[in-house]
């Protein structure tokens, strides 16, 4: 998709995208895939603040960000609450080490559609700190998650407990502060960085997630043998297939990310992304073939849950059944079934090829 960029309409996601409930389906989903349970401390016990502080980072910049504070009464109950919560978020439950564990700091933000607590745990030990976020429990945005778990290269531990949605910290150098501080370090392997550029545009195309500005990615390095490798993942899941735009599910449309699309038009040929687009479809099929009963499951789903507006949805199955020249999308009746076909079309020639190579290893 890199090298067919069309600029003649501009791509801003909505302001202010609406929360979904979780409904009855999904919440049975939630339980028998052990996401759904019963959890010391709500979303709504968190909103009791009594004030807050602005945060701001170690340039004294503001960070969107707000430290708040709990009336005594109240702090008790939620401090313990939330070393509960994060044991039950990385040990299943395990208590055991807790009593070595403190919250260090609870940041609220208003900002974006989730306005979510970010908690810093602390190991009063050593003072090594890991965070986690609580949310308030919005259908598309889980939606959002599973298919990550399902059909991405990265496993994501989260809970939900009624109105309630507790993620793990995804660690990595947020994309635009890559950008502006990392991305002309010399030791910067530009061509590495563009090619998995071009595998997380194909990703998000691939399962319909949107909204996927610098600032809503991370990247990850890793030391490699004499070199670096890199891996952009999402971090924000409140896009999933909401918008109408075709242009907003890939990332390479999007004004913030235009540094690293100039990167791949000037390090890449048109060949070698097409070959890395083809790589990362199918690794994406194999995740589909192996996971295929439950993600099957989540699509049925997510089929008859209502996630968008009607007036999104007619816009989204008209333009990807013009660009694919499909009109199967247009028979799409809502967003689960546009994903649902979306991956059929992008995916059925390496599912195909897949299922032809196993066949004849089991000759």
Same mark, same amino acid.
Request: glycine share 4%.
């Given at each position: 998709? @890199? /090298?067919?960029?069309?600029?003649?309409?501009?791509?801003?996601?909505?302001? %202010?995208?609406?929360?979904?409930?979780?409904?009855?389906?999904?919440?049975?989903?939630?339980?028998?895939?052990?996401?759904?349970?019963?959890?010391?401390?709500?979303?709504?016990?968190?909103?009791?603040?009594?004030?807050?502080?602005?945060?701001?980072?170690? %340039?004294?910049? /503001?960070?969107? &960000?707000?430290?708040?504070?709990?009336?005594?009464?109240? &702090?008790?109950?939620?401090?313990?609450?939330?070393?509960?919560?994060?044991?039950? *978020?990385?040990?299943?439950?395990?208590?055991?080490?807790?009593?070595?564990? /403190?919250?260090?700091?609870?940041?609220?933000?208003?900002?974006?559609?989730?306005?979510?607590?970010?908690?810093?745990?602390?190991?009063?030990?050593?003072?090594?700190?890991?965070?986690?976020?609580?949310?308030?429990? /919005?259908?598309?945005?889980?939606?959002?998650?599973?298919?990550?778990?399902?059909?991405?290269?990265?496993? @994501?531990?989260?809970?939900?407990? $009624?109105?309630?949605?507790?993620?793990?910290?995804?660690?990595? @150098?947020?994309?635009?502060?890559?950008?502006?501080?990392? #991305?002309?370090?010399?030791?910067?392997?530009?061509?590495?960085?563009?090619?998995?550029?071009?595998?997380?545009?194909?990703?998000?195309?691939?399962? #319909?997630?949107?909204?996927?500005?610098?600032?809503?990615?991370?990247?990850?390095?890793?030391?490699?043998?004499?070199?670096?490798?890199?891996?952009?993942?999402?971090?924000?899941?409140?896009?999933?297939?909401?918008?109408?735009? %075709?242009?907003?599910?890939?990332? $390479?449309?999007? =004004?913030?990310?235009?540094? *690293?699309?100039?990167?791949?038009?000037?390090?890449?040929?048109?060949?070698?992304?097409?070959?890395?687009?083809?790589?990362?479809?199918?690794?994406?099929?194999?995740?589909?073939?192996?996971?295929?009963?439950?993600?099957?499951?989540?699509?049925? @789903?997510?089929?008859?849950?209502?996630?968008?507006?009607?007036?999104? *949805?007619?816009?989204?199955?008209?333009?990807?059944?013009?660009?694919?020249?499909?009109?199967?999308?247009? %028979?799409?009746?809502?967003?689960?079934? #546009?994903?649902?076909?979306?991956?059929?079309?992008?995916?059925?020639?390496?599912?195909? *090829?897949?299922? =032809?190579?196993?066949?004849?290893?089991?000759?």
């Amino acid at each position: 998709m @890199i /090298d067919n960029i069309e600029t003649n309409e501009p791509n801003k996601p909505s302001r %202010k995208k609406p929360m979904f409930p979780v409904h009855d389906r999904l919440r049975g989903y939630l339980k028998n895939h052990g996401r759904e349970v019963k959890l010391p401390v709500s979303y709504n016990d968190l909103l009791h603040i009594t004030y807050s502080l602005p945060l701001k980072d170690k %340039k004294g910049n /503001d960070t969107y &960000w707000e430290t708040v504070v709990y009336d005594m009464r109240d &702090w008790e109950y939620i401090r313990n609450g939330l070393v509960q919560m994060y044991a039950i *978020l990385k040990t299943e439950g395990d208590l055991t080490f807790t009593s070595h564990l /403190d919250v260090a700091r609870i940041d609220y933000c208003s900002f974006g559609n989730s306005n979510p607590f970010r908690i810093r745990i602390v190991n009063k030990y050593n003072d090594n700190y890991d965070h986690y976020y609580i949310k308030i429990a /919005d259908a598309s945005r889980i939606y959002g998650l599973e298919l990550e778990h399902i059909l991405s290269p990265n496993r @994501i531990t989260y809970l939900t407990s $009624q109105n309630t949605l507790v993620e793990e910290h995804i660690p990595g @150098i947020p994309g635009d502060v890559f950008i502006a501080q990392h #991305l002309n370090d010399p030791h910067t392997n530009k061509i590495r960085l563009a090619k998995e550029f071009v595998k997380f545009n194909e990703r998000c195309f691939v399962r #319909l997630l949107g909204d996927m500005r610098s600032y809503n990615f991370v990247v990850d390095i890793t030391p490699d043998i004499e070199d670096y490798q890199y891996r952009i993942r999402a971090i924000d899941f409140d896009q999933q297939s909401y918008e109408g735009r %075709k242009n907003l599910y890939m990332p $390479q449309f999007f =004004k913030e990310n235009n540094t *690293l699309v100039d990167l791949c038009a000037k390090l890449l040929n048109k060949e070698s992304i097409h070959q890395y687009q083809t790589e990362e479809r199918t690794m994406m099929a194999f995740r589909v073939a192996s996971s295929r009963f439950r993600l099957m499951e989540l699509l049925n @789903i997510m089929s008859k849950d209502h996630i968008s507006s009607p007036e999104k *949805l007619y816009q989204l199955r008209a333009e990807l059944g013009d660009y694919f020249h499909n009109p199967q999308f247009y %028979k799409c009746s809502s967003m689960g079934q #546009l994903v649902k076909r979306q991956l059929k079309q992008t995916l059925q020639k390496n599912l195909k *090829l897949i299922q =032809k190579n196993l066949g004849k290893i089991e000759d």
